[in-house]
């Protein structure tokens, strides 16, 4: 992946696909490139990448979110669109709480005192790296409820994993107000 970060993909890979490349951007390309590669050693190759997916334990890439809650930079508080995009690619690459509370330290040097939905936006990329770790695909919060969405594949090892066990003990151990619930034929989530 490295060499095509240097030299490019266009002669790679075509020029109907170095066109797609332009539409969304490589960095968009490279996350569907890699995820495509994961799934198809995760299901038409599982036998020959047993060892390395028995050593992984990111079994969801990345979860998304769908929220009634205003998660956004405001175009008052960073003016510029170019500005603002650079800033949500940030803001989506900080690894660690380290990196979210520098990137958050130098937005507010950079613009002033951070709004409520940017304060929310940042709490929602906490709980998408959580999430992630968790095992939820996606996160449902509307009207005051939460829910996640676990791995959408049932034979997934993931449901064989000390995180999903770990999980489903918490759950029943009733010291909580989340339930587990059966959505359609192979959807399983938590609502909060």
Wanted: charged share 30%; glycine share 6%; with cysteine.
């Amino acid at each position: 992946m490295r060499d095509l970060d240097i030299r490019g993909a266009g002669n790679l890979l075509g020029g109907e696909q170095s066109g797609f490349i332009a539409e969304i951007g490589f960095e968009m390309y490279q996350k569907i490139l890699d995820e495509a590669i994961r799934e198809l050693k995760r299901s038409e190759f599982k036998d020959l990448f047993k060892e390395e997916i028995q050593q992984q334990d990111d079994f969801v890439k990345d979860c998304s979110i769908d929220t009634d809650l205003e998660i956004l930079i405001p175009d008052k508080y960073v003016e510029s669109i170019t500005e603002r995009l650079s800033l949500y690619s940030r803001l989506d690459n900080c690894e660690s709480e380290k990196e979210l509370q520098e990137f958050h330290a130098e937005m507010l040097d950079r613009f002033g005192p951070i709004p409520a939905s940017v304060e929310d936006l940042f709490t929602t990329v906490r709980c998408r790296k959580i999430a992630v770790e968790m095992g939820f695909e996606k996160m449902l919060l509307k009207a005051e409820t939460l829910k996640c969405f676990f791995v959408s594949n049932p034979d997934s090892p993931y449901f064989q994993s000390e995180t999903f066990n770990g999980l489903l003990q918490f759950l029943q151990s009733g010291t909580n107000k989340a339930k587990l619930k059966q959505v359609g034929k192979n959807g399983i989530l938590v609502a909060i």
